[in-house]
């Protein structure tokens, strides 16, 4: 099994690179052939950031992450709390926000503290205040 870094995965989904995209999607049909493609949680909280940047909406960048973690021989840590996070981002969360969460949750690690008051809505975060 392979780990691909966030820029080949951006090629694989955006494909705007003539050069790399090629090589991305040779690289991930043969990693795929020879044991998989493992994806950390980082990997998917960054690509959700950068596809902000080519002006994808939220439905489009969640059906992109959502296709990709459900394609045959791509392994995340934990595809049930990856995809829980992936319906809170496309609900409106933040993704990698929701991957804290759910890895706090699995690691009895509750609540996560956070200045963020959007995050701290959702169910085991506590929100810190300043003062």
């Known amino acids: 099994m392979?780990?691909?870094d966030t820029n080949v995965v951006v090629r694989l989904l955006i494909g705007d690179d003539p050069q790399q995209t090629p090589i991305a999607e040779q690289?991930?049909?043969e990693a795929i052939a020879n044991g998989g493609v493992y994806l950390p949680d980082v990997v998917?909280?960054?690509?959700a950031w950068v596809l902000r940047g080519y002006d994808l909406d939220r439905p489009t960048r969640y059906q992109l992450l959502e296709h990709l973690v459900r394609t045959r021989g791509v392994v995340v840590d934990d595809i049930d709390a990856v995809i829980n996070a992936l319906e809170q981002f496309h609900q409106g969360g933040d993704?990698?926000?929701q991957l804290i969460l759910a890895r706090a949750t699995s690691a009895d690690a509750l609540p996560v503290l956070s200045f963020d008051q959007r995050f701290s809505s959702s169910a085991g975060v506590q929100l810190l205040k300043a003062g």
């Open 95 to 97: 993704l990698a926000d």
């Open 2 to 4: 392979l780990t691909l």
């Open 27 to 29: 690289a991930f049909l």
């Open 44 to 47: 998917l909280a960054e690509v």
